[in-house]
């Protein structure tokens, strides 16, 4: 099924008026964690797990599946959820985002337009955006 998108404008017109339903998810291999480094604002620089926005009446296995595979380019199995994160940008966006851990079950890695730069990580580097920085740090996903 494919589920609709809201036309750029009108997106950001809601959005910064109500709390976008989001979903976070950290890849994690046997030699650590993917993240990418963003290549577009918020965070531009930085290096994040990838995630996004849960279409209207997009269930959140679809979302999973259908982030992960835009912006790593693999498919994952969720191994766990793992807590909520939020985020209050300094631009007025508010983010909830409901996050999981993951592993690949196929596809090969890559970046894409979000972050075109990726890496595996033992552990977490110091230019990582600071919400997800400290839920990781909280949720020991490195064990």
Not at 3 to 28: C, G, N, Q
Not at 61 to 77: F, P, Q, S, T, Y
Not at 89 to 110: C, M, P, Q, V, Y
Request: glycine share 8%; aromatic share 10%.
């Amino acid at each position: 099924m494919n589920y609709p998108r809201l036309p750029y404008e009108e997106f950001m017109s809601i959005y910064h008026k109500v709390p976008r339903a989001a979903i976070d998810v950290i890849v994690k291999t046997p030699q650590g964690i993917v993240l990418t480094k963003r290549s577009l604002p918020p965070f531009k620089g930085m290096w994040h797990v990838c995630g996004g926005t849960v279409l209207f009446m997009e269930p959140i296995k679809h979302a999973i599946n259908r982030i992960v595979e835009d912006e790593l380019g693999v498919k994952v199995k969720v191994i766990k959820p793992l807590g909520i994160i939020e985020y209050f940008n300094d631009d007025g966006r508010h983010t909830i985002s409901n996050a999981f851990l993951a592993e690949i079950t196929g596809g090969e890695l890559r970046g894409s337009k979000q972050g075109e730069e990726f890496a595996v990580f033992s552990k977490l580097p110091d230019n990582c955006i600071p919400e997800q920085k400290i839920f990781m740090e909280k949720s020991s996903v490195f064990k």
